[in-house]
């Protein structure tokens, strides 16, 4: 065996428990293992990579704090999924990001958009042009389809996370999808242009 | 039933797996998606949307990140090693302005691994036992000039605080000024007892740990913006 591939048997409950004792090669294990989810996480819910970057930091070194109380009921994963979760909305609450963005404009001016919209459509969508546009997406908006669609929370998790209810999620998650349909469709090069 | 009723539904329609839309309400918005082009295209783009968003690639943050969290532990370290000399803090503002705490900005960072490095090898030279003179004369040095660093970007932030604390809540500038009375306290000690023995490196440890402390406050309030 080498030693990647001891490292590579070692499961993620060992190299907590390891780092929790202080053993920083197991917490870079960990690290190697689970930064890009966090990163990526972070950097679709703020928007903005030295935000992401700097949120990642923050997410790692409190796991490192808190890594002696995993207990390994659930999926490591899980538990940082949500650790990571649970401190961007810190963070959004202490910069006092508007999450619940149920704004004003107008339903029926948004119907006729996406009613015309509709002809030509193109085939694919593309996924560079969807992560592009999420961080278009208004802070209130990118969180929930953020949370739904990309990170596969249900809307009842999503609500208590946020402190909403369940058909605010709905509807903020919907409006998402239709401003990210335009947003993606605005995106792309006119037909005879 | 309407474009506009399908349209609002859609969402829950497309998530309608998990139960959502039932019985005629779904039964009447597969009809109306089959005769109405428009809504199945609104329907095809959203469906591929919602795919699309669970298929995003990973993103890989610069090599640098695992520097800064190792550079950021460390420092926590040498800092709860420090606690044991340090009282308790009081609670109040304190311990909101500490939940405030795990911000830091690039040059902040760049401040705070500097104060690693120094504190960390005050630790090695204190572990190893070494008290040879150059040694001293040499650290001696860089945390003077550190602490001037330091201190000069305290007084810049203490003059900007002092315009606007006129406008703050009393309680909030009382507690403020209590907070900052007990590091200028703690500073005056630390000083007298560095002057009675230049080489106490535990003193020149806890002076510097004063003024990042000092300056993690200034900085704290600042943030608050009032
Ligand atoms: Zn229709």
């Known amino acids: ?193 | 039933m309407e474009c506009k009723t399908v349209i609002f539904s859609l969402s829950d329609y497309l998530d309608s797996q998990h139960g959502l839309v039932e019985g005629i309400e779904k039964r009447n918005i597969e009809d109306h998606l089959a005769s109405c082009p428009s809504c199945r295209h609104l329907q095809l783009e959203l469906m591929e949307i919602k795919t699309a968003a669970r298929e995003l690639p990973l993103r890989t943050p610069p090599r640098a990140l695992w520097t800064r969290i190792v550079n950021e532990i460390e420092v926590e370290k040498v800092a709860v090693a420090a606690i044991g000399t340090v009282e308790p803090d009081p609670p109040g503002l304190w311990s909101w302005l500490t939940s405030l705490r795990y911000t830091f900005s690039l040059p902040q960072i760049a401040g705070v691994a500097a104060l690693a490095i120094i504190l960390v090898s005050i630790t090695v030279i204190n572990f190893r036992g070494n008290t040879n003179e150059m040694d001293f004369s040499r650290l001696q040095s860089a945390l003077i000039r550190e602490e001037m660093t330091k201190k000069a970007e305290i007084d810049r932030k203490m003059a900007a605080i002092e315009e606007r604390k006129a406008s703050w809540d009393p309680a909030f500038r009382a507690d403020f000024d209590r907070q900052l009375n007990r590091i200028e306290d703690s500073i005056k000690q630390c000083r007298k007892n560095l002057e009675a023995s230049p080489n106490d490196l535990n003193q020149v440890q806890r002076m510097l740990d004063l003024y990042e402390e000092k300056r993690q406050l200034l900085e704290d309030v600042e943030r608050l913006k009032w």
């Open chain 1, 1 to 193: 065996m080498t030693v990647k591939e001891i490292n590579n048997a070692k499961s993620d409950y060992d190299l907590t428990q390891a780092s929790a004792n202080g053993d920083m090669t197991a917490f870079e294990l960990l690290y190697e293992r689970h930064h890009r989810r966090v990163y990526s996480l972070c950097l679709r819910m703020v928007a903005n990579a030295t935000e992401a970057e700097d949120l990642s930091q923050e997410v790692f070194v409190q796991l490192f704090r808190k890594v002696g109380s995993f207990r390994g009921e659930s999926a490591f994963t899980t538990w940082l999924h949500r650790l990571t979760v649970n401190h961007v909305l810190m963070h959004f609450r202490k910069k006092r990001v508007k999450l619940e963005n149920t704004t004003e404009e107008g339903e029926i001016g948004e119907m006729q958009d996406i009613i015309q919209a509709v002809t030509d459509r193109p085939r694919f969508i593309d996924r560079i042009a969807l992560d592009k546009a999420i961080a278009d997406l208004p802070p209130g908006y990118r969180t929930v389809f953020v949370l739904h669609d990309v990170e596969g929370f249900e809307h009842e998790e999503v609500a208590a996370l946020l402190g909403v209810s369940v058909g605010t999620s709905k509807s903020q998650l919907h409006k998402a999808r239709l401003r990210l349909r335009d947003l993606i469709n605005k995106g792309k090069p006119q037909r005879g242009s």
